[in-house]
Every structure is written in structure tokens, then in C-alpha cells.
């Protein structure tokens, strides 16, 4: 029961750093803003170095949540955010960090059977518009 609290807990803290971060890009119309708070969130939610994590390869990077036991629902999360973060890092006109982060996205949601189609187009993620909607649809989902 005190796991589930913890993992409740968790999610809850995960989902108010993606309203923020889609509020910072809705409202201030700060794409590269909202990327950073939503990396940010990502690095908060596992027992490893958020900078480290997020500088490693895709492939990696998913082995290594993998390896030290991330619970697999924080991961869609973490997936979705990335991917978020992916088309948010585009509209601010950081290409090569937008796809960093879109593969990261991918590779994660692979490695844990997560399907995040819903969020990738083009390769690069999708709009920014297109993805808060995803991950807007997603959250819901998420509290019913």
C-alpha cells in the first residue's frame, strides 16, 4: 500500500510539472522554456542524475531505466514529456535536440511496450499545438 501511495504520489508530482511546463508554453509562448521544465521533470522522477540521463543515447538511455527499475507507468510519462519536449525543442528552433529528444521518446516507449503514436509525427514529434492536445487527452485518460 505505502508503494502505491509513493507511485500515486509520483505520478500526481510528474503530471503538475507537464501542466506547468504546457502552461509556460501556452501562455509565455516559451517553447524553449517549456522543454527545459518538462526535462526537468523527467530528471525529478528517477534516482539518477536528470543531465546525465537526458545526455545519453536513446537506446541507452532506456536500458538504463530499465536496469535500475523505474516503475513501468512513471515511464509513459516520461515518454509522452520527452516527446513534448521534442516538439517544443522544434519550435524554438533547436532541430538536432528536438530529434534527441523524439528518439529518447521512442526508444523508451519501446523498451516498455508503451504506445505514444499519438504524440509522434514526421519523425521529429509532432506541433506543439497537436502535442499538448495529446498529452492533454493522455492525462485525462490517466485520471479516470
Not at 510519462?77 to 532541430?95: F, K, P, V
Request: a negative charge; zero cysteines; charged letters at 25%.
Amino acid at each position: 500500500m505505502l508503494t502505491q501511495d509513493y507511485l500515486v504520489r509520483m505520478l500526481v508530482d510528474f503530471a503538475a510539472g507537464i501542466m506547468r511546463a504546457m502552461q509556460r508554453q501556452t501562455e509565455e509562448r516559451d517553447p524553449r522554456g517549456g522543454a527545459e521544465l518538462l526535462e526537468a521533470a523527467v530528471g525529478q522522477a528517477v534516482d539518477i542524475d536528470g543531465d546525465a540521463l537526458l545526455a545519453l543515447a536513446p537506446e541507452s538511455m532506456a536500458t538504463v531505466l530499465q536496469v535500475s527499475g523505474t516503475e513501468p507507468a512513471l515511464t509513459e510519462y516520461m515518454a509522452r514529456s520527452l516527446m513534448l519536449a521534442a516538439s517544443y525543442r522544434s519550435e524554438a528552433g533547436q532541430a538536432e535536440l528536438a530529434e534527441l529528444r523524439a528518439n529518447q521518446a521512442r526508444a523508451l516507449a519501446t523498451a516498455y511496450g508503451h504506445d505514444i503514436s499519438d504524440m509522434d509525427v514526421d519523425g521529429a514529434g509532432t506541433s506543439s499545438d497537436d502535442a499538448d492536445q495529446a498529452m492533454k487527452a493522455f492525462l485525462n485518460q490517466s485520471n479516470d
